[in-house]
């Protein structure tokens, strides 16, 4: 292991302890304080978001800086709009039987992505402040000063306020090695994993709790009874963002039949561009390594510069490359997901073949995370929802504004769970919800001990934070004496009586001939002539625990019927001893 790596090693357990100090008293902080924060934050990270986007795409080369400052925009200003009124301290809901109570987790460590990296890192850290935890950010090496600026920026602010500084950290030292050590760390509560399949599956299988998300590979159906204008207009503007770095933008267009020619005509008229089978060709040689993965030389470029790349030339304008695709798996590079203007182009006959193309692109790569569809039926929409293995089904709209919230009511977010398709915990878009533990006060709906209970949820006025039992008057002398004699009589009456001693059986002489002679009569007694009526026994009414302990002392048994009370403790015991009798 190289120097590099042991000084980040050591810079992340640093920072995790740090972060973890400034914790107990973040977690102090009242509502109004927390707010406040969060509001000062948002304002500042929304201030600086057109000179943060221009960062992030000078030092990643991805995307578009005017798409990234929207981006930016949208984690900062949409984000905090939607969760400003969200209560994340103390009781934030309460009802007469049950009350919620918000519990921070502690130190959050957020793993930053190069496609996302500014709108990640004001997302994250509003989310983490919001439910009252601390963050230690961790940066892709190739996005690292643009992270650490936009932490900077949101810190300082925040720390006018109160905040303690260590609340937000941004490690320096990128490594592997690194954010191991920050997620494996002892006092790392939970974690926020956005990027590569591996790191995902490294912070699952960390031991902390995290919420991580698995790849895209976005398809789209345009069934026939589409607006296919806007449909097309839609896909154009969503794969075309930020040149696609969202992992819900479309890779694929699913395209039914009937309509395949008019948007075609559509795509071309507005500034998509089909390649011949040759070019189509060329081009699939540069979006793949010769490992068969994505070749990030292609991430986040425009259609002229990954054109320009395959040697190919294409009309001036082109905003987006489009192939015919035979098929789905590892023999058609078109097919996975590509994160850049690029979309691969099938054409199915119905709903039921366009549903099925769907999931098998879904399955190929990007299980769990968005599916998209246009039409005007829709019955037709929710039966392809059903079958879709995906979190979220964005219908008539950009797949990449729907899954984060942006065109839909979906709660915004910069980091989409895929659910167990994908083998994320949680299928939500993540929030301030899921860094917050609840605990809840629940108090008895349905008696155990119905003799004994009293009263029952809130009281008549109780107000919101009082607890739903309600408080006794101090008894006098006498009414302890009397509850007292009420306790004695109640229980006399319901102990079992002392069984009888037994007693010699009653016997009535045989009327039977004797010696033939039908008018003797047999006055002597004996066992053989004698008929025996039992005593009958009257079973107890109600057992309890020292009932059965009395039995087994004495060697007695206690006789029971069906509508005999049994304590469970007395049933247990009295089982276990063998001293009941039914009758």
Not at 89 to 113: L, N
Not at 167 to 192: N, R
Not at 212 to 219: C, E, Q, R, S, W
Request: with cysteine; aromatic share 4%.
């Amino acid at each position: 292991m190289g120097d590099k790596d042991l000084q980040a090693q050591q810079e992340a357990r640093d920072a995790v302890e740090a972060a973890s100090f400034a914790f107990q008293t973040v977690a102090k902080f009242s509502q109004s304080k927390i707010d406040e924060i969060c509001e000062a934050m948002s304002r500042v990270a929304l201030a600086e978001s057109a000179r943060l986007g221009k960062l992030a795409n000078e030092e990643t080369g991805f995307g578009k800086a005017e798409d990234k400052r929207e981006k930016n925009r949208f984690a900062a200003e949409d984000v905090w709009n939607y969760f400003r009124g969200l209560k994340t301290v103390g009781v934030v809901r309460d009802t007469d039987s049950i009350v919620e109570i918000a519990s921070p987790r502690g130190v959050v460590a957020a793993i930053i992505p190069s496609t996302n990296p500014t709108s990640t890192a004001i997302f994250k850290i509003i989310i983490a402040i919001k439910s009252r935890n601390t963050i230690v950010l961790s940066p892709h090496p190739s996005a690292a000063q643009c992270i650490a600026e936009t932490a900077r920026v949101m810190r300082e602010e925040a720390v006018k306020l109160g905040l303690p500084h260590d609340a937000i950290i941004c490690l320096t030292t990128s490594t592997i090695e690194g954010t191991e050590t920050l997620m494996k760390h002892k006092k790392t509560a939970v974690i926020l994993a956005t990027g590569g399949t591996g790191l995902v599956r490294a912070a699952y299988s960390s031991g902390k709790p995290a919420f991580g998300v698995g790849p895209g590979n976005v398809p789209v159906f345009v069934e026939r009874s589409a607006n296919v204008e806007k449909a097309v207009a839609d896909i154009l503007t969503s794969t075309c963002f930020d040149n696609g770095t969202i992992c819900a933008s479309e890779q694929s267009v699913v395209c039914d039949a009937p309509v395949a020619k008019q948007v075609r005509e559509q795509f071309e008229a507005q500034g998509g561009h089909f390649l011949s089978a040759t070019e189509a060709e060329a081009v699939a040689k540069i979006l793949l390594t010769p490992q068969r993965t994505l070749n990030a030389a292609i991430v986040g470029k425009s259609a002229k510069h990954i054109a320009e790349l395959a040697g190919v030339s294409i009309p001036e304008g082109t905003r987006c490359l489009l192939a015919d695709c035979a098929g789905v798996g590892r023999d058609y590079p078109w097919s996975v997901e590509k994160l850049s203007p690029t979309l691969a182009f099938f054409v199915v006959d119905g709903v039921e073949q366009g549903a099925n193309r769907c999931q098998e692109i879904l399955q190929f790569g990007g299980m769990g995370h968005t599916a998209g569809m246009h039409t005007q039926d829709r019955a037709a929409a929710i039966r392809y929802g059903e079958q879709m293995p995906a979190a979220r089904v964005i219908i008539n709209s950009p797949t990449t504004h729907g899954a984060i919230g942006f065109s839909t009511d979906l709660a915004p977010s910069m980091t989409l769970g895929c659910g167990s398709w994908g083998g994320n915990v949680t299928s939500d878009n993540i929030s301030p919800h899921h860094l917050m533990d609840i605990k809840r006060v629940a108090f008895e709906t349905k008696p155990v001990n119905k003799q004994l209970a009293v009263g029952g949820g809130r009281s008549a006025g109780a107000s919101a934070t009082e607890t739903a039992v309600p408080r006794a008057k101090k008894p006098d002398r006498d009414q302890i004496a009397a509850i007292v004699d009420s306790f004695l009589s109640k229980k006399l009456a319901e102990t079992p009586a002392p069984l009888p001693p037994p007693e010699a059986p009653r016997v009535e002489p045989k009327t039977e001939p004797a010696n033939g002679d039908p008018k003797t009569v047999i006055h002597e007694i004996t066992p053989e002539n004698a008929v025996q009526k039992p005593v009958p026994i009257k079973p107890v009414e109600f057992v309890s625990e020292d009932d059965v302990r009395r039995a087994v002392a004495s060697g007695e048994k206690i006789y029971i019927s069906k509508k005999t009370i049994l304590t469970p403790s007395a049933r247990d015991l009295g089982e276990e001893k063998e001293v009941f009798a039914t009758v």
